[in-house]
């Protein structure tokens, strides 16, 4: 059973950075597109940033500039380096993988991201 874990959250200042892991644990292979999303108190889950297996790279409006986004498919896991955080970034934060020729999403359980000082 495939199992992504996250890691990384925490709490940071206003411009501070910090840095996400995704790895997927258990057999999985043909991962078509790796992403963050992100679900703020009262909000809905938005996209944060995705990265295709080609190595093309889409990101939120909110957070271009900011978050970069990076991936390795053989080691199954995904990074979200966040850097200039703001308040609003405040968010519980998910990766997800994507295998579209199965039609298969794997979701983590979400990491905790406090930006405050």
């Known amino acids: 059973q495939v199992q992504l874990v996250e890691s990384g959250g925490g709490l940071a200042q206003p411009g501070g950075s910090l840095r996400l892991s995704c790895e997927a644990s258990g057999s999985i292979s043909s991962i078509s597109t790796m992403g963050w999303y992100r679900q703020a108190p009262g909000k809905e889950r938005e996209l944060v940033a995705a990265i295709t297996s080609g190595g093309s790279t889409n990101y939120a409006d909110s957070v271009k500039g900011r978050f970069t986004i990076s991936g390795d498919n053989a080691k199954r896991t995904v990074y979200l380096q966040m850097d200039s955080l703001k308040p609003e970034d405040t968010a519980v934060y998910y990766c997800?993988?994507?295998?579209?020729?199965?039609?298969?999403?794997?979701w983590g359980k979400g990491t905790l991201v406090t930006v405050s000082s």
């Open positions: 997800k993988f994507t295998r579209a020729y199965y039609a298969l999403h794997y």
